[in-house]
């Protein structure tokens, strides 16, 4: 089984955010279970942009759409086909991809794991003696271990990601349990 990032949901919600203006529909349109094609698009690009740029497992990609694994699958497979061949996919998905990468690669960076350390801990994160839980923070190419336990760990968590998306950085949490 592949681990699953926490944070990959929240960037399938940001891309479908960025479809949607683009695309002008609301994300319940996106969620229904319509065929029609002015909502069957921003749902082949978000998931197809999900896969390329973070490699998303496809099952996060499905719970946020509201469409099967298969159909994840299905959208990856036919995304070179439909990128050569159908014109208003490869506008979309060409605006779409653009905005996102425009808005990952506005976002701040840590020069090291002691500005990153010292950047959380001024923001409330506080590690454990005797640690039960590995809370794994990667920004940019800095990476970073908070160590808690199983009663701190929730309030770390969102401690982390409260600090991390108000100031606009890039990045990954993964948990690991002993």
Known sequence: MKPVNITDKAEVNTIMQIACQICNISTEQIRSNSRKQEYQLPRTIISNIARIEKNIHHSVISGVINRGRCSIIHY????????????????????????????????????????????????????????????????????????TNYRNFSDQLELIRLALTNDNYEYSLNVNLK
């Open 76 to 147: 990856e497979n036919t995304h070179t086909q439909n990128y050569e061949g159908w014109k208003s996919y490869r506008k979309y998905f060409n605006k779409i991809y653009n905005a996102y990468t425009d808005i990952k690669y506005n976002k701040r960076k840590f020069l090291d794991e002691i500005d990153l350390r010292s950047f959380l801990f001024d923001n409330g994160v506080e590690e454990t003696l005797n640690p039960s839980v590995f809370i794994d923070v990667k920004c940019g190419d800095v990476k970073l271990t908070i160590k």
